[in-house]
């Protein structure tokens, strides 16, 4: 949470872009059908050109509109670009060394966008009401909103199966998600910050099912719960902040539970190479995590594949247990209010939770024994990176009073946590947060 | 806790053995060299016998020492029995039909021993300070003493290492274990409730490591963790609840965290058939559970496999996170003050721990994603057979609210724990404790 | 392979489209953006309609190329349809059930496109050279080549870096695939055959790694392994039919392996609701299974999840051991000639390998644990629908002669293997093959 | 094959203890209820004694029957002896060191039993008729016989429910095995090498069942499994070298399965501070292994544990699929002769298989993930140990020509197995073999 106040504060110092002359643009390269999206940030002087594309440094000429440069990766290879601009579109073409074999080269067509300029030098609240979703995790879907570091936005989700608060399908079913959402600044390699400000359900009920899922049935209840799967609705009482469930009788008669409304789905695009990504799958970008500690109140901080980040949002549920073990939790549509910060150059191996008590690492995997090996990598890397701690000494912070949770079972990857109360890294000399933590 | 009490009153109205004139055995006999052990509870009128013999029905005439009755199980196979009593030791042979073949029969060695009569009709406080301990849950250790359900008692248990309060190596390493006590009334099929009374540790060390267990060491870190493993010892300030690493220096300077003393073995003989089983194994009769809250004021379930359930207990730790991922959490000698209760004919699948604010079932195997469906089947099976849930609902319970936790990662089973709170129970219309689940 | 013959032979008798007067279109509706493809088998007698949709019923009016209809689902529900036909395409809009509320009706647009109809009533023999390539098995991806069952196909695929025959990158790295082919009369729930006819490394040399998988890499190895994942080229001597590794000197010098080309990549276009799967990727449609039993003259059976099928294949190997182990295997660009075949209303749960002594059933799941499960389900699969054991039975076959193999343990999903020898079933009562084996 | 060959020559030159005046016992330390055997090899001049204990060297005084002497081991510990003989048996105490304290020391029993001097130079060929059988891999049974590398043994096992040739149950079910036998030179750290010479079923039938086990029981399958596991008798054709399943009628009628009879038990004792091993339980010591490559014509190496190794053999099987499925494969008595062999200081990880045309290394852990690991790590230790491949060469075979087989689903672990043909490793230059892999 400090470390989160310090990041809001450094970007109201110095927001992305505002601090130098540089256009800003998204170029994308199209490699045979695959495009790769990278920031070209370009600073004119004359018809000089300097910048970076894609952190890399280039130069070159422009005579207004026709541009021509040369980028140069970190390995000496050298990409030239011809583009030309057309307002806030550019299209051009491009030379690239064959990957293979550096004898030859390669043609490859680009395309631009123009990043807008921000309006104000303020965090800004934005209100995103949206028309309609995204049942991928997609790097190539235009962003709904650009938004910078330090803003926050308010929006909605709709339920897993796409109905919206008034009980209407806007979507497919699949975990349709909200967004997405473009942060300037983000780029791959740094740690994007979600603060989930506000989260509450939006319509009076919730759309279940009665299921075990294969992950966690053993043989014994196989037989038997093969009668299961069926829907059940819930009644949510949001001024009590209780869920019943309607199916009348039987011996949950009297049942409450309390609300605790938490967001399945919340992910970033993946990189380049990559295809969309199901609303139902996940992975280090996050996305169908499904796990109940993505509450109001709680940070989330996903790694950084695409300029700009691409952040999607769904499949909220009005409480759940650990796993999901109904395949479908508490499903209702939610109304959202969320802020970003950005960590420049702050590498994370995968989604990190961060609640007032604990520091929570998310390991996802083919399997629970997989993804527990990769929470306690995370959680690791974590103390390694924030608190200096060396391996020895996490390794005894861990064995005196680390906790593992199921994040989730219902997908296909499983989700296992590693957490770590504060309060045992409150007596620990503190690490000065390394500068690239600054928010720039 | 409730049905705790309950049982309390069960046992102190009617203490096994007493209603009856029965004498009470422990007969074994010799299956080419592999021992079975089951409960001979004897009426004699004039020389007439009758009686059960492992819960079978049995009948015969007897002179005085010299006795021959015949067994008849479920199934109509009969067993014959000749043998001498001398004291509180009997002898002699039984002839068996071959399991394999009907028309055939087989000569086994048969011997035996007297349970002791109880002294009082009230429940005990018993203090047992032990002289030598075992490195197996063994269904073949004599008793170090009897005891009856509603008894309590006070007792020791060595570090992991076998060393005691003062320092001094009194066992071999691996976990030995206090015990076993016989717990008269315990029978096959039943479940022996252990409650931890009271658990403190005896001296002002523990001794670990700043290891990280292959279960949970993703394999970015293997390489560097090659150099971990090493003795790490705390210091347990008693007085103030709290342990600190003594190594000098380092970011852990400063570190405290509160002690939470746990038993990480606790475990019954295993059945007929098995061998001893090492005490740093686990499994369906308990064993190294290694799972923290193993701890003052919850109860423990185990299903009984041997006449009298043999109870060991050991391997106490000071303090422990989820999993004991240093393979050595703070093991420290510690004093123990348990009490046991019976529930008959109460089949339960595996551990059971009941805190004051959740029920647990604990699922062990080779690995996490089979312990995970292990344990929701065994809470599963715990809402069914006490709370009267059908299988849909107690699916729509866990999916609400269940909660997953590791127990251990350190041993050949991995342990994973379905826990449910008790609050979403509580206004669940009550099921009457069925009348199998009185203490007789 | 007796079987393939007879779907040769039926298909001779009955081509595809060749019976009938039907015109064939696919139809797509815009689901919110996610496209549902289904076959649309018009028939028109004056401005009457009626054919099938997807399999529904449908009955309408057409006046020339404005057509209006209606289609019925098993349940009842009704799908209306309003469109224009363009020479080869249509266009216009459907007016559907909201799924989650049958109170509500939902606006979609809909397009499509004329099958081409089949230019002769005998096999065809394609060839096709391929221009550019698919990085994912893509549902959204327009057919390369329309082809009929019992058609073979001539064509080329690039190794998985992307570079073909003369060492030129032509594609984005991660196993781009040639396709997809459409096959006429392919339809979801059906089973797709396809024959490897020929399949020859085209040129000299094969790429690989010196790497050891991590779903190989047992931690005491794990250190040392830091180092690997180096390139390694094999000289492919196509005359003698060996490779030999080129890395000078060592103890490899001499080492002579047979060559035994593969594809490691074969699969169809996933269903409706999936987004384009990663060529990286596998499942139930097939796609980078990596397993080295997809070699010349044997026949891989897939299920059908789109119309048409939409074959894609690629990723080829020149030799592979079980798994994949060096994540790269012996890559190597490729000439290939493949059969198709269909399988009308056989519906498979996972792909089959059949060679000319073994049957093979591929489990593909995150975890060996769980492929394995899957692969004995399909192969006891297999032979209750192919020959009409019940599961005793075929449980008894499996204990006395399954193999298990492991196909992959480079992907996401690990894949195991299945396997009875033939001739274990050859003195079976033989099964005749039900009629909905027929390719008609 | 050629180096167990070289192994027997050795053994023909040097047979262990017949080059020294040395006596050679078997001592035991009771360490609080826990044996430790070792081997003391001693040698007389006068009355100075010296020699070694478990390897540690040792000097003291002997007057005839009393001996005092000390051993120190390789951190200088000393371990202080007072015995007497008396014939073939010692006893005594033992002044050690506290293992967790050195400050202090305890006191240990002590007794032995003198090792039988070899009767001839010449390998025997030894006759064993079993009267009775271990339930357990036990390291405190009493040897059965006294053998020497280079000998062979002719003797018989039960089947897997105890019951012999003639259909009588001599044993309690659950795998008993014949033995153990006492392999003079074998020590702690060695590989014991056990050729199969021969195999077969001595009696005309074998019972099995219609099961498949868990670890094969996909979701789907499971309700309809519940009512297997039905027995099923198989008539052996022992002239004909089939097995064909009794039960009449059904689609089976007409099965022949050829008979490829195999060991499922092969094991030797556990070490120090383990408890006898169940007879159905496996692991690096070998034991339940239940790979149907243990047959005739094939060696199978075993890390050796204890003084003689202890070897057990059992459950045999007249033929089994991978995995044995079935739980029971047709388990069937049978006739068997082996030869053994000692590989001194050549420590191997797990149990290896050698075939005339195979290598092949057994993993087996708690899941096949984990268990194919191990196997891929044991194939790469012999590669370095026996071909002196580096690991990056390791890999490349691998790569390009490893099998992986399952070997059992049947027990507590699972069993892989990592395969390489020989004719892969036939071009490349000989590893001369190392000193210590001869058999003295």
């Not at 109940?292 to 790694?303: A, D, K």
Request: proline residues 8%.
């Amino acid at each position: 949470m400090r470390r989160y106040l310090l990041m809001l504060l450094g970007c109201l110092a110095a927001p992305f872009g505002s601090a130098s002359s540089a256009e800003h643009w998204v170029v994308d390269v199209d490699h045979w059908g695959s495009p790769e999206y990278q920031s070209l940030l370009l600073e004119r002087r004359g018809d000089a050109l300097s910048g970076t594309l894609g952190g890399d440094p280039l130069h070159g000429r422009g005579d207004g509109a026709d541009l021509a440069f040369e980028a140069t990766d970190a390995r000496g290879a050298t990409y030239r670009y011809r583009v030309r601009m057309d307002g806030d579109a550019l299209s051009g073409q491009a030379d690239f060394p064959d990957p293979n074999d550096p004898a030859r080269r390669a043609r490859h067509d680009v395309a631009g966008r123009r990043v807008p300029a921000r309006g104000a030098a303020v965090p800004q609240r934005h209100e995103y009401v949206p028309t309609d979703y995204a049942n991928a995790f997609d790097p190539h879907r235009a962003p709904v909103l650009t938004i910078w570091p330090g803003d926050t936005v308010r929006t909605r989700t709709l339920d897993s199966g796409g109905v919206d608060a008034g009980g209407a399908t806007r979507a497919l079913f699949g975990n349709p998600q909200t967004g997405p959402f473009f942060v300037v600044g983000a780029e791959p390699g740094d740690t994007l910050a979600v603060k989930i400000e506000r989260l509450r359900p939006n319509r009076a009920y919730a759309d279940s099912l009665d299921a075990i899922v294969g992950r966690a049935l053993a043989q014994p209840l196989v037989a038997e719960a093969a009668s299961l799967g069926r829907p059940r609705r819930w009644t949510l009482d949001l001024a009590r902040g209780v869920a019943r469930p309607d199916a009348g009788g039987g011996r949950l008669e009297g049942l409450e539970i309390p609300l605790r409304p938490m967001l399945g789905g919340l992910g970033v695009a993946p990189g380049f190479g990559f295809p969309p990504i199901s609303s139902g799958d996940s992975g280090r970008f996050g996305g169908n995590m499904d796990f109940n500690e993505v509450v109001e109140g709680n940070i989330v901080y996903l790694p950084v594949f695409q300029p700009g980040a691409l952040l999607y949002l769904g499949d909220a549920h009005a409480a759940q247990g650990d796993g999901e073990t109904t395949q479908y939790a508490l499903e209702t549509s939610m109304d959202v209010e969320f802020g970003v910060e950005v960590l420049k150059g702050a590498q994370i191996g995968m989604p990190r939770i961060e609640s007032p008590t604990h520091l929570m690492a998310l390991g996802q995997a083919g399997s629970l024994d997989d993804a527990l090996k990769a929470a306690t990598a995370g959680l690791v890397q974590w103390l390694r990176q924030d608190y200096g701690l060396d391996l020895s000494e996490a390794a005894q912070l861990l064995g005196a009073g680390a906790e593992y949770r199921v994040a989730t079972l219902a997908g296909r990857n499983a989700g296992m946590v590693a957490k770590l109360p504060k309060s045992m890294l409150a007596g620990l000399p503190r690490t000065p947060p390394p500068p690239t933590h600054d928010a720039r």
